[in-house]
């Protein structure tokens, strides 16, 4: 059985762009949330999709956002990026009531 | 809200002997704990849970955490450790049948030859 899978591993971006990360949970696997992951802020909650449906949301600000497709893969946007949005992205995806999260390897954000 | 306190950032320990982690939660409600490991340049892996049931969760390769409601911890512990037990440990907390999980800011266990 695969594994959670986010693409792009790596990527660098500059100050005001925009990026879109991409997660593939594990196959029947209808729950994808989504973390940062900083020295400074240590793991933080972004969101959580379930069924196309945001049903949980952390402390962020509305230029992270994010969407879950009818085959449960999900996607986040940050837009107009900023220095310290530089983070480890992970994703994470479990099956429906259980409560547990496998996680993805993580796509490095530098913002420079 | 939950919040989970690590007060030990660096543990350093001699290959085979004894670890302790620690972890404090706090919660108002119902919580599942969960301790995570992460080995560089990866993401998390689940280590072991507490959900319901007996108190004391083992993991596959030695690891033990107890779930103590009146001191709100869940310690994580092994009798021995390996060279490959080095990495950042994350312990978890959540409210009851949810999946937004609140972590502590992890202990590094440095295994010393």
């Known amino acids: 059985k695969a594994g959670v899978t986010q693409t792009p591993r790596y990527l660098i971006k500059t100050r005001g762009q925009q990026v879109t990360l991409s997660c593939s949970p594990i196959?029947?696997?209808?729950?994808v949330s989504w973390y940062q992951q900083t020295p400074g802020q240590g793991l933080q909650f972004l969101f959580e999709?379930?069924?196309?449906?945001?049903?949980n949301k952390g402390n962020f600000p509305g230029r992270f956002s994010g969407r879950q497709f009818s085959n449960s893969r999900s996607e986040m946007n940050v837009s107009t990026l900023e220095l310290g949005d530089s983070a480890l992205y992970l994703c994470?995806?479990?099956?429906?009531?259980?409560?547990?999260?496998?996680f993805g390897a993580g796509s490095r954000l530098t913002v420079l | 809200a939950q919040s989970v306190t690590q007060l030990d950032s660096q543990v350093p320990v001699f290959e085979e002997a004894p670890v302790e982690l620690r972890c404090n939660y706090s919660?108002?409600?119902?919580?599942?704990l969960f301790w995570y490991v992460q080995y560089p340049n990866q993401g998390l892996q689940l280590l072991l849970k507490?959900?319901?049931?007996?108190?004391l969760v083992e993991s596959i390769n030695g690891f033990e955490a107890e779930f103590n409601k009146s001191q709100t911890s869940f310690h994580l512990r092994k009798p021995s450790v390996h060279i490959s037990d080095t990495a950042e440990y994350f312990c978890?907390?959540?409210?009851?049948?949810?999946?937004?999980?609140?972590f502590g800011t992890g202990t590094r266990l440095t295994v010393i030859p």
């Open positions: 196959s029947g696997h209808r729950s």
């Open positions: 919660s108002s409600v119902s919580v599942y």
């Open positions: 507490y959900l319901s049931g007996s108190t």
């Open positions: 994470a995806s479990s099956s429906a009531g259980a409560n547990v999260l496998t």
């Open positions: 978890a907390v959540t409210e009851t049948g949810a999946n937004n999980l609140f």
């Open positions: 999709y379930f069924s196309e449906t945001q049903r």
